[in-house]
């Protein structure tokens, strides 16, 4: 397998693939990795299911032993797709405490860091880009089919003669 990252990778069924699809990632797709889900009071709000998770945003923890607790996001690293947390800290041997590293998969928005106001427009403009993309593959499907048709029409009367 190639080392460098396939722009035409589609999906594979092989987890060896797919965690080397994650690992060779760049920068602007990992950062969709960091995606996290919205509360059920956001989601009806907003009509968004899961958003990329930013700086400031609040927090509640779904999974683990930190489960069911609240924070606000302090960093978010993508390369590691990685979220620290406001005041979820672990003690240390020596005494000294050290922030956890979370995966945003076990955490849930709910509440939004809305300072940019562009974000939410920006996340639904994606979301009607790729529906709009899917149909227009559908679209060109559908007349792919039909010239199909016409063509083997034509080519059966041609046989007939």
Same mark, same amino acid.
């Given at each position: #397998?190639? =080392?460098?990252? &396939?722009?035409?990778?589609? &999906? ?19 950062? !969709? ?5 919205? &509360?059920?009071? %956001?989601? *009806? ?7 990329? $998770? ?7 923890? #779904?999974?683990?032993?930190? !489960? ?5 996001? @302090? =960093? $978010? ?5 990685? +979220? ?15 922030? +956890? *590293? #979370?995966?945003? &998969?076990?955490?849930? /928005? ?9 974000? %939410? ?5 994606? /979301?009607? @880009? ?9 679209? =060109?499907?559908? *007349? ?5 048709? +016409?063509?083997?029409?034509? @080519?059966? *009367?041609?046989?007939?003669?």
């Amino acid at each position: #397998m190639k =080392k460098e990252f &396939s722009k035409s990778w589609k &999906s594979s069924k092989q987890p060896r693939k797919q965690r080397k699809y994650r690992a060779n990632a760049p920068l602007h797709i990992r950062r !969709k990795f960091v995606g996290i889900n919205l &509360s059920k009071d %956001l989601r *009806k709000k907003h009509s968004i299911r899961n958003i990329v $998770v930013r700086v400031g945003d609040l927090v509640k923890i #779904m999974r683990g032993k930190f !489960k069911l607790k609240q924070g606000k996001i @302090t =960093k $978010v690293y993508t390369k590691t797709s990685k +979220v620290e947390i406001e005041n979820i800290q672990v003690k240390k041997m020596d005494g000294s405490k050290s922030n +956890v *590293k #979370m995966q945003p &998969s076990n955490l849930q /928005i709910i509440e939004l860091n809305l300072q940019d106001s562009k974000r %939410l427009k920006n996340s639904i403009k994606e /979301i009607k @880009t790729d529906k709009e993309s899917s149909k227009k593959i559908e679209e =060109k499907d559908e *007349k792919i089919k039909t010239t199909k048709k +016409v063509v083997s029409k034509e @080519t059966n *009367k041609e046989s007939k003669k």
